[in-house]
């Protein structure tokens, strides 16, 4: 079946660049999203791409996708202490298969 | 409008006991939609619901779950009898387009632990 996988933390200061890095198995063409969890919250979809574009940027984010790879990232410039939260990739139509989610912390 | 709801937040129940886990999808939402997050691990996929009518449940984890979706609004997810491995988040979500960008909107989920 589709794995889909992330590193497990990230800290970065305040007013850096994040990159959050996902990578999967299964190459058939479909829908790749971000989503945001902060605590006590539901998942938040922050983002997505489909799998024939390269990039996608939306205000402080990015996301860069690489088909021969197999491998999705998201960066959030400029990243703030209210972006720390778990950020998760997924990809898929309807049944959507996550990764294990990437805890981000921003220091002041 | 309001958003995916998710009833209770929190439940702990003994190993034995049967629970009953509710959510109601947006209005108009025909998808539906159940996962959960088992021990820190991935978000996993439970079963989709198109109005009251089951689309796939694959990914339901054994016959001590048991979905429901009378008439196509809310659902219910019953565990019966919990195990303790049943412990994790249980995240509901809704969706009006099948197939596409079928953005799935999710509730806040329903933390189930068995002791």
């Known amino acids: 079946g589709e794995d889909v996988e992330q590193s497990l933390f990230l800290s970065v200061r305040e007013g850096d660049s994040s990159v959050i890095n996902c990578t999967y198995t299964?190459?058939?063409?479909?829908?790749l999203y971000w989503y945001k969890q902060e605590p006590g919250a539901g998942l938040q979809l922050l983002t997505y791409i489909f799998s024939n574009m390269d990039m996608k940027q939306d205000q402080r984010l990015t996301v860069l996708l690489n088909k021969k790879d197999k491998h999705l990232s998201l960066r959030i410039a400029d990243t703030q202490t209210g972006d720390s939260a778990i950020y998760f990739c997924a990809k898929g139509g309807n049944m959507l298969t996550f990764g294990g989610g990437t805890r981000l912390m921003v220091k002041p | 409008e309001a958003g995916v709801t998710q009833f209770p937040s929190h439940s702990v129940i003994e190993k034995g006991q049967t629970v009953t886990l509710r959510c109601d999808p947006i209005?108009?939402?025909?998808?539906l939609y159940w996962y959960r997050r088992v021990m820190g691990k991935e978000i996993k996929f439970l079963l989709h619901f198109v109005k009251e009518s089951k689309q796939d449940e694959s990914g339901m984890p054994n016959n001590r779950f048991l979905a429901e979706r009378t008439g196509g609004t809310y659902s219910t997810l019953k565990v019966q009898p919990a195990e303790l491995e049943d412990s994790g988040v249980y995240f509901c979500a809704s969706s009006q387009v099948l197939g596409g960008n079928n953005e799935q909107f999710f509730g806040p989920g329903t933390r189930l632990t068995v002791l």
């Open positions: 209005s108009g939402h025909d998808n």
């Open positions: 299964d190459s058939s063409s479909t829908y």
